[in-house]
């Protein structure tokens, strides 16, 4: 079971605001997980202190215990760099936290998504939600790369293991899904910092059985 296939076909038609970030299911449909109120953070890189008081101000997400978007990889060293690679987190961790919340009025997909990505992240949450759809287990991202294109413009390239996440109906698992190559997929986003200091996502293309991201 790819875990975020509800609206992946749609995705591809918003302009190339393909937020296609799909992952695996588990192998037994059986075991219960519970829809419990969201509480626990996503596990995300934490974002460096260029200014303290505009890091501060950036909301947090979060997750039910039974889910965790974590973000593999060091600091840069730049703190322009590593606050690029932190708001790209925030950005894939928002769109699971309106999933999880059952409402695309979030506001964090307003503050780490606009233009055309922020269209493609509301209409993906909004298919997991008129389906009654969640998801459980790991999604790890990883070999986390950013080029910054000027002051106010940054690409990031990243993969995602999604082998160990599932979709979950009515809190159970979905049959389906495993470690195969269709769990491992390639992301290229575009940022550009907005006057608030944040970089928001504005284009995210996907790559899914990417070669480069097969263990």
Not at 108 to 113: A, E, M, S, W
Request: net charge positive; with cysteine.
């Amino acid at each position: 079971m790819i875990r975020r296939t509800t609206c992946a076909a749609a995705l591809t038609a918003v302009l190339a605001a393909a937020l296609a970030a799909c992952g695996s299911g588990s192998d037994s449909g059986s075991d219960k997980i519970t829809d419990a109120p969201a509480t626990t953070a996503a596990t995300t890189t934490a974002a460096p202190t260029a200014s303290a008081t505009r890091a501060a101000a950036r909301p947090t997400v979060t997750f039910p215990s039974y889910a965790k978007d974590v973000f593999d990889g060091p600091k840069t060293g730049d703190p322009v760099k590593d606050q690029v690679l932190a708001d790209s987190a925030q950005a894939m961790s928002a769109t699971d936290d309106a999933i999880f919340h059952g409402s695309t009025d979030r506001p964090l997909l307003h503050y780490y998504y606009s233009d055309q990505a922020l269209i493609g992240a509301v209409d993906f949450a909004k298919g997991y939600i008129s389906k009654g759809e969640k998801w459980g287990g790991v999604t790890r991202f990883f070999d986390r790369k950013v080029t910054l294109q000027s002051a106010t413009t940054a690409a990031v390239v990243f993969c995602s293991d999604e082998s160990k996440s599932w979709i979950t109906h009515n809190g159970k698992k979905l049959p389906g899904g495993g470690d195969t190559p269709q769990a491992y997929v390639l992301y290229n986003a575009r940022l550009t910092k907005n006057a608030q200091g944040v970089w928001q996502t504005t284009n995210l293309l996907s790559d899914r059985g990417a070669k480069q991201c097969q263990p």
